[in-house]
RNA sequence: CGGGGUGUAGUAUACCGGUAGUACGGCUGCUUUGGGAGCAGUUAGACCGAGUUCGAUUCUCGGCACCCCGACCA
């Protein structure tokens, strides 16, 4: 992509309405629009993150059976009563039509999903059966805040299991926990299994995945020693305690922003729409259920909370926009402009060729100054410099490096493309 | 929802009860070019409503929006 035609504006100084950093710093690199509290638009640059987390996410839940649909986002008001949250469900934004119909936008889709996969399960040879999307949610929270952390408008994966009894969920949940392990991973974050209130799911436990930030919102208690780590909404110990799981850790408070959350579901919605299968006995059952969720954009704001520096993001390699941002830079002599013009050109060609997404910095208006500057404020992976002074070589330096490195254009596409 | 704060140009800010100033950005021209260049010209602004006043961006009241803390949070 050429920085010359891509739709963004990056801008000098933050945003007055923003405090948070992923909220400044992706307001500032033109990654996001923000239309109201807790509602932003995606740019070209934003977008590429999404689809890069999605994908990502998309990965691991095949890998583990999941199929992947797209749901309705427009529910009648009927499921809900269903369930008893219409009127109830403080979060849920309903709305009416002009002929007096009522409507709910989904917040999560166990109404939607419970009988469109029972329509489609006689037995329990049909079973199990877990679909999943990548959606966009609707939560009328209270207040909003802190940028992709908590908007009223979020892309979710929200993913849904079916099961003929127990012992098979609990299987699946185990499969699920590792899977949400690997994303995180992959996208370079460490999550904390954390042990929460199912809230008004079910009586069970349910386990979040946290990551350590200030910006997030929930405190937990983890262990020094071992993996045992719980909200502290529920949590029975206190700050400093014996760690009651391997008794030989203390116990740590600290700030964390929840990513996703997986819930054991039991027989609630199967019972509430009175759908059920046959089960081996011959004998009617209601399905073991499970939800699983992870908050895609949450994700975005939490990777550049936890990836930054004074000028900007640091991508991780795993959801940068682009792997590469190649800068051209011009200066007094009209003979080494063309020659810097011609080799930027033919890298560029070269890198794309190779299947390399770059970004290429070719604006011939802008002091190398500026280019340096915005490069960093967006953050990509590796910085590529053709200059006069660089001369028949190209400058690499990773985003996260202070020191740069002088390769010839092989040598730099091949260590590139081994790091990658 | 309780508490606190802020609303002035695209962005960041200043001053003021009497023609709203600066910087950056944008546009034009010339000069520049390795860490957000210089000069000249130019573009563009008081959240909304009511009140007080000869006159309100400024004072008062009401609304709305945004940010922060808390509560809430599938």
Redesign the pocket.
């Known amino acids: 992509m050429r920085q010359s035609k891509l739709f963004t504006?990056?801008?000098?100084?933050?945003?007055?309405?923003?405090?948070?950093v992923n909220?400044m710093l992706l307001v500032?690199g033109g990654f996001v629009d923000?239309l109201?509290?807790?509602?932003y638009s995606y740019l070209p640059l934003g977008l590429r993150v999404l689809k890069n987390i999605s994908q990502i996410v998309r990965e691991e839940m095949d890998a583990i059976g999941g199929q992947e649909v797209l749901m309705a986002m427009l529910h009648p008001k009927e499921i809900w009563e269903k369930?008893g949250?219409w009127k109830k469900?403080?979060?849920l934004f309903e709305l009416e039509s002009r002929t007096g119909k009522e409507y709910a936008i989904g917040?999560?889709e166990?109404?939607v999903v419970t009988p469109l996969v029972m329509r489609r399960i006689d037995t329990y040879k049909d079973l199990p059966v877990a679909t999943y999307q990548i959606h966009w949610k609707f939560?009328d929270?209270?207040?909003?805040?802190?940028?992709l952390l908590?908007g009223r408008e979020f892309l979710m994966k929200d993913m849904y299991s079916f099961h003929e009894h127990q012992a098979d969920f609990d299987r699946f949940y185990e499969v699920a926990k590792q899977a949400y392990l690997k994303v995180f991973d992959r996208l370079g974050l460490v999550a904390k299994v954390t042990e929460a209130?199912g809230?008004?799911?079910t009586e069970k436990i349910s386990y979040e995945f946290m990551v350590l930030t200030d910006a997030g919102?929930?405190d937990i208690l983890y262990c020094d020693q071992c993996e045992f780590c719980v909200n502290v909404?529920i949590a029975k110990q206190k700050e400093g305690a014996t760690c009651p799981k391997c008794s030989r850790g203390k116990l740590s408070k600290a700030r964390a922003s929840e990513v996703g959350?997986v819930?054991d579901l039991g027989q609630k919605y199967g019972k509430n729409f009175d759908l059920t299968f046959v089960d081996r006995d011959g004998q009617k059952q209601y399905p073991i259920m499970g939800?699983f969720?992870i908050g895609i954009s949450r994700l975005m704001g939490v990777i550049v909370e936890k990836y930054h520096d004074d000028?900007?993001i640091i991508w991780p390699e795993s959801s940068a926009p682009f792997a590469a941002h190649l800068l051209a830079?011009?200066?007094?002599e009209d003979s080494d402009n063309n020659e810097v013009r011609e080799k930027a050109e033919s890298f560029y060609e070269k890198l794309q060729k190779a299947g390399v997404a770059v970004l290429f910095d070719d604006r011939?208006?802008?002091?190398?100054?500026?280019k340096?500057?915005?490069?960093?404020?967006l953050g990509l992976p590796w910085?590529l410099?053709?200059?006069?002074?660089?001369k028949d070589k190209i400058?690499v330096?990773r985003r996260s490096d202070t020191e740069?490195r002088l390769l010839t254009g092989h040598e730099a596409l091949a260590s590139f493309m081994d790091k990658q």
């Open positions: 504006r990056v801008l000098r100084d933050a945003p007055k309405d923003e405090e948070t909220a500032r923000k109201m509290a807790g509602v369930t949250q469900l403080d979060v917040q999560s166990e109404e939560r929270e209270l207040r909003s805040k802190s940028g908590r209130s809230g008004s799911f919102e929930d909404d959350n819930f939800c969720g000028k900007g830079l011009y200066g007094r011939e208006d802008k002091t190398p100054g500026e340096f500057a915005e490069a960093d404020l910085r410099v053709v200059s006069a002074r660089s400058e330096k740069s």
